[in-house]
C-alpha cells in the first residue's frame, strides 16, 4: 500500500460543508475508543492522541510543542497524523497537523451552527484573532453566505489585521465594543486563550447562538455561570468536556450547572436531540476537540484528495 502525503495542497479540494456532513456521518458509526498521552521535558511537551472507529480506522495525531522556538523564529507548535487503514492496520496516509487541526477545530464549531443557530442568522461575531480566528471567518461564511462579522480581540490592532485580510472577500468589520458587539450579534463565536469569563450571560439575548472554543485545560473558561444558566447547553463530546475543561468543569463543581443541563453531544445527533428547539431560545455549544474528531477530519481530508 502506497502512503500518501497529504499539506495544504488538499485544501483546493476540501469544503467546510462537506465536512460537516462528513462529522455528522462519523457519529452515526460506532463509538470512538480515544487515548491522549503527554510527555514532558521541561517546558516542551510531546503531545499523542489517538482514536479508534470500527469501520473508519485509526489516527495517531502526534504533537510538539517547544515554546523556546519561538526566540529562534520557528513555530513552536510541531506535527503530523497518521491515519491506519481499519481492515489491515496498514498506514494510508500522513497528514499534516496544522492542516488537520485548522479543519477540525473550525468544522467542529461549524456542524454545531448549522444544528442550532437561526438559519436566519446574518451577523457574526468572531471574539479573538488568532489562527482559529480566521477559520472561523472562512468556515461560518460558507454555512451562513449573507452573513456579515464583526471582530473584537483584546488588542484591537489584531481585530484590525484579521478584518484587512478578509476585506473584500466577506462583510466585516471591528468591534470596538464587545458588550454592544454581543447585544448586536444572531451568533457569537469565541476562540481565545481566557481563563476568566470574557462573555457575560447578562449580555446575550433570546435567539442567539453562542460557540466556545477557546478553553482547553481546566484553568479556562470563556464564558460566565448565567451565560451557562441562560442557555441551552450541547457538547461535541461528554467524554472531552466535562470532566476535562474548565468551561464546563468549573461550573458544574461550584453547582452553577448540573450534568443535566448538558442538552446533547454529537453521538445524539442521529436521533434529533442535537437541535434547536425554538427561535427564542439561546443555545450554547463547547467545542472540546477530541481525537475521533482528528480521525474523521483526517478521513474526509484523504477522500477529498484522492478525488
Known sequence: MSVEIIGFDAEARMDWIALTDALAAGHEMPRAEITDGFLYRGD???LNRAAWIDGMGIAVKSATIFPGNADAGKPTINGGMCLYADGTGELEAVVDFHLVTKWKTAG?????????????????????????????????SAAFPDAEFTVWNRTPAGAAAVAAEFAGRVGIAVA????AAVAEADIIT???MAKEPVIRGAWLRPGQHLDLIGAFRPDMREADDTALQRARIFVDSRDTTIGHIGELKIPL???????????ADYYDLPGGGFARQDAGEITLF???????????TGRYVLAAWRG
Open 253 to 263: 463543581a461550584a453547582g452553577a450547572i448540573s450534568e443535566a443541563d448538558i442538552q
Open 286 to 296: 463547547k467545542n472540546g476537540g477530541g481525537a475521533h474528531l482528528d480521525l474523521m
Open 190 to 192: 469565541c476562540a481565545t
Open 108 to 140: 467542529d464549531s461549524l456542524l454545531a451552527a448549522r444544528r442550532l443557530a437561526r438559519p436566519d442568522s446574518r451577523r457574526i461575531l468572531v471574539v479573538g484573532a488568532g489562527t482559529v480566528a480566521r477559520s472561523l471567518v472562512d468556515a461560518y
Open 44 to 46: 516542551d511537551t510531546l
Open 176 to 179: 470596538p465594543d464587545l458588550e
